[in-house]
């Protein structure tokens, strides 16, 4: 009687409850202390993380609360008439956890959301060329959560672990690692624009490929796990117009039919000779990876027909004006202007059916 008069409801006096002395208190006050104390504790979000992926859940959105009065009883606070409780009452205690109670379905909703944040396909690594600067992409892995045993971590863990707490999940590896993208960086993007190729041409000369043509003619494709760095001729072909335009080529011309002392006449087209983008990749791909004293080639030239022939022209039987017309206006100086500017743009062309 006479400790259960001392002790009343006091906690006993070691007591702990998720890291909260409540030792020696009332009920009443060990209730309120935990609940000022662990409150704060209990509502920081969750750090999580699967793999590489980082989320944050807040307790309250999962479901997880403290019942910070069978805490207390559970430490062992609340009179009691059993001389064994008062001793320990007087004497002893420990640390215990902390009740928490938690909403299961809204538990599960909550880590089904946490799936579609953390889940994703595995990333392969990649390499691509901005101007002639290299441009990498980091391999990621892939995640998948496992919802059982995520409900399972974040309850058990829940006040007990500081730091973050690691869900369990399916890791998948991306086919093309960082490694590969770090080998064709080495071996083939840096030295294929580390300075121009020079192309002599048979007979008309020699221009420059910049290593800006090239960068912009040159593609990284993943095929079989594996990064294949690929010239496209067309690109190629496309971005050395500029440097081939002030090579002496001879430029191809049209057959045409024009009026000659008042009739018609086939004018015969000239064929002439030109790059082909597939020679100049043929030329070009075997020196991408040499240093800069040994990226000269020699490319032989092609003939380059016209794209109208004089058969064609010939095909199309002109063989007298249909038609004439003379205009009369006012003398103005607007009107000679735009008349023989009209003209001279129209003279010469060949108006097909």
Same mark, same amino acid.
């Given at each position: 009687?006479?400790?259960?008069?001392?002790?009343?409801?006091?906690?006993?006096?070691?007591?702990?409850?998720?890291?909260?002395?409540?030792? !020696?208190?009332?009920?009443?006050?060990?209730?309120?202390?935990?609940?000022?104390?662990?409150?704060?504790?209990?509502?920081?979000?969750? #750090?999580?993380?699967?793999?590489?992926?980082?989320?944050?859940?807040?307790?309250?959105?999962?479901?997880?609360? +403290?019942?910070?009065?069978?805490?207390?009883?559970?430490?062992?606070?609340?009179?009691?008439?059993? @001389?064994?409780?008062?001793?320990?009452?007087?004497?002893?205690?420990?640390?215990?956890?902390?009740?928490?109670?938690?909403?299961?379905?809204?538990?599960?909703?909550?880590?089904?959301?946490?799936?579609?944040?953390?889940?994703? *396909?595995?990333?392969?690594?990649?390499?691509?060329?901005?101007?002639?600067?290299?441009?990498?992409?980091?391999?990621?892995?892939?995640?998948?959560?496992?919802?059982? !045993?995520?409900?399972?971590?974040?309850?058990?863990?829940?006040?007990?672990?500081?730091?973050?707490?690691?869900?369990?999940?399916?890791?998948?590896?991306?086919?093309?690692?960082?490694?590969?993208?770090?080998?064709?960086?080495?071996?083939?993007?840096?030295?294929?624009?580390?300075?121009?190729?020079?192309?002599?041409?048979?007979?008309?000369?020699?221009?420059?490929?910049? @290593?800006?043509?090239?960068?912009?003619?040159?593609?990284?494709?993943?095929?079989?796990?594996?990064?294949?760095?690929?010239?496209?001729?067309?690109?190629?072909?496309?971005?050395?117009?500029?440097?081939?335009?002030?090579?002496?080529?001879?430029? @191809?011309?049209?057959?045409?039919?024009?009026?000659?002392?008042?009739?018609?006449?086939?004018?015969?087209?000239? #064929?002439?000779?030109? +790059?082909?983008?597939? #020679?100049?990749?043929?030329?070009?791909?075997?020196?991408?990876?040499?240093?800069?004293?040994?990226?000269?080639?020699? +490319?032989?030239?092609?003939?380059?027909?016209?794209?109208?022939?004089?058969? *064609?022209?010939?095909?199309?039987?002109?063989?007298? +004006?249909? !038609?004439?017309?003379?205009?009369?206006?006012?003398?103005?100086?607007?009107?000679?202007?735009?008349?023989?500017?009209?003209?001279?743009?129209?003279? !010469?062309?060949?108006?097909?059916?």
């Amino acid at each position: 009687v006479a400790g259960y008069l001392i002790t009343g409801d006091k906690v006993p006096r070691k007591a702990q409850i998720s890291g909260v002395a409540v030792g !020696g208190l009332s009920g009443s006050e060990a209730i309120e202390k935990l609940s000022v104390e662990l409150g704060a504790r209990a509502a920081e979000p969750l #750090n999580l993380t699967v793999g590489e992926k980082q989320a944050q859940l807040k307790p309250a959105d999962a479901g997880l609360a +403290v019942d910070y009065a069978k805490s207390v009883e559970a430490a062992g606070g609340g009179p009691s008439l059993n @001389p064994l409780r008062i001793l320990k009452t007087l004497t002893g205690g420990s640390a215990i956890d902390a009740v928490v109670t938690v909403d299961q379905a809204k538990l599960e909703a909550a880590v089904g959301q946490l799936g579609k944040t953390i889940n994703h *396909e595995p990333v392969d690594a990649a390499v691509a060329y901005r101007g002639t600067k290299i441009k990498q992409k980091h391999a990621k892995e892939g995640t998948v959560l496992r919802q059982d !045993g995520a409900t399972a971590t974040i309850t058990s863990s829940f006040l007990k672990v500081t730091g973050p707490i690691a869900l369990p999940g399916d890791i998948t590896q991306p086919a093309i690692t960082d490694d590969e993208a770090d080998k064709v960086v080495a071996t083939f993007a840096k030295p294929a624009v580390s300075a121009p190729i020079k192309v002599k041409l048979s007979g008309a000369g020699s221009f420059e490929i910049s @290593p800006k043509m090239l960068a912009g003619s040159i593609e990284f494709l993943a095929r079989d796990g594996n990064i294949q760095p690929v010239l496209d001729e067309k690109k190629l072909r496309r971005n050395a117009d500029p440097a081939i335009e002030k090579v002496e080529l001879v430029e @191809p011309k049209n057959a045409t039919v024009r009026l000659v002392n008042g009739k018609p006449k086939v004018i015969p087209a000239v #064929n002439g000779t030109t +790059v082909t983008a597939d #020679n100049l990749k043929k030329a070009v791909e075997p020196v991408l990876v040499k240093p800069a004293a040994e990226r000269r080639v020699s +490319v032989q030239l092609t003939g380059a027909k016209a794209a109208f022939s004089t058969a *064609e022209a010939t095909k199309l039987r002109i063989k007298q +004006v249909t !038609g004439k017309f003379t205009t009369y206006f006012p003398y103005a100086a607007y009107r000679n202007i735009n008349i023989g500017r009209a003209a001279a743009l129209i003279n !010469g062309t060949l108006l097909k059916p």
